[in-house]
């Protein structure tokens, strides 16, 4: 969707509280932090979210602001904002409103992505494109759908609705997270089969969404048939398979590396290694302070400390982003969203 713009540093990190620290001032100061990422607890209500985003753009106004703000159970960002529907919420509405089925995804979409910019940030996390498994533990209705052809379809018109609104789009977790059944953030999950299989299944959505995603986010999973690393450490996934296989040339953020996944790739500079070495563009050091302090110190000595994709992730809001709440189009969002959370009650 954007353009590439001057480097910025490779890592993102989060805040610890509701306010921007005296130190938090000076360490996204540091050049090597390019990103920063938000949480629940960095939420309270609007008007403080807005002191937030302020605060950091006067510090670092050129600092990629991102959330996780999928809807369902992993939305961030609460009280004040709509209640977002999952992904696999919307597609079951979709699939009863068949003849409306791309609108209601782009529309969903649009509102996610309209109501994120409207307070500064530039983007979230989004969307899934992992295989609907009930079984999975983390997962599960994140995704769309089982289908790769109905995640495929789903979530295009989804990100159609995010470019809409101005917001860059992140395809997550590449090649597919959906079916394992270990939480990536307790354990390393691994999956056994090959690459064919996987090409046949849940490949599909990323080779369908290739040419309108921004950005991709491995998966903390590892495929022995494929490699001996797990995705988000591996050359074979993110340089053979992601870049020259499917052509892929937009941004590549790692999966966070304080998962207990990642932590069999060493410390935390070997893990920021071997991520960037593998081909990620940022690494994401969250809820570890010393181990992002760490990173931050190891990068200011490589060459890799920053990059000159990570800019096309900045947002470009459209017009009306800035008077939201006042326009008929988030009006008649909102009504979608209620009936979609409707038909669950």
């Known amino acids: 969707m954007n353009e590439a713009g001057s480097a910025l540093g490779a890592l993102m990190l989060d805040l610890e509280g509701p306010t921007l620290t005296a130190f938090e001032q000076e360490l996204l100061q540091r050049p090597v932090v390019g990103g920063l990422i938000l949480f629940a607890r960095n939420y309270v209500e609007v008007n403080q979210l807005r002191d937030l985003i302020a605060a950091i753009r006067e510090v670092r106004p050129d600092i990629l602001i991102a959330v996780d703000q999928e809807g369902g159970r992993v939305q961030r960002l609460r009280e004040g904002f709509a209640a977002l529907p999952s992904l696999h919420a919307i597609a079951r509405y979709a699939d009863r409103h068949a003849a ?11 509102a996610m992505a309209a109501e994120v910019l409207h307070y500064g940030i530039d983007f979230s996390f989004a969307p899934v494109l992992d295989l609907y498994d ?19 379809e789903l979530a295009r018109a989804y990100i159609k609705g995010m470019h809409r609104a101005g917001m860059a789009a992140t395809g997550k977790h590449f090649p597919g997270h959906g079916l394992v059944r270990a939480d990536s953030h307790v354990e390393l999950p691994t999956d056994n089969r090959s690459v064919a299989e996987l090409q046949a299944n849940d490949m599909v959505p990323f080779v369908a969404c290739r040419d309108v995603l921004d950005a991709v986010m491995p998966a903390h999973v590892l495929y022995p048939q494929v490699d001996a690393h797990c995705a988000g450490f591996s050359r074979v996934w993110i340089q053979d398979h992601l870049r020259r296989e499917l052509g892929f040339n937009g941004v590549v953020f790692s999966d966070d590396l304080s998962m207990v996944a990642a932590h069999g790739a060493g410390s935390a500079t070997a ?26 110190d190891w990068l200011e000595t490589r060459p890799e400390a920053s990059n000159t994709r990570l800019p096309a992730m900045r ?9 939201l709440y006042s326009q008929t189009a988030w009006q008649e969002a909102k009504t979608l969203l209620a009936a979609i959370a409707a038909q669950s009650n």
């Open 100 to 110: 409306d089925q791309a609108t209601i995804a782009a529309t969903c979409g649009w």
């Open 134 to 152: 009930p079984l999975s533990p983390v997962i599960r209705e994140r995704a769309f759908a089982a289908e790769p052809a109905r995640v495929a």
């Open 315 to 323: 947002a470009r809001p459209a017009a009306e982003i800035a008077n």
């Open 271 to 296: 893990r920021a290694e071997q991520a960037l070495t593998a081909g990620c563009d940022m690494v994401l050091v969250c809820n570890d302070r010393a181990c992002a302090l760490t990173v931050a």
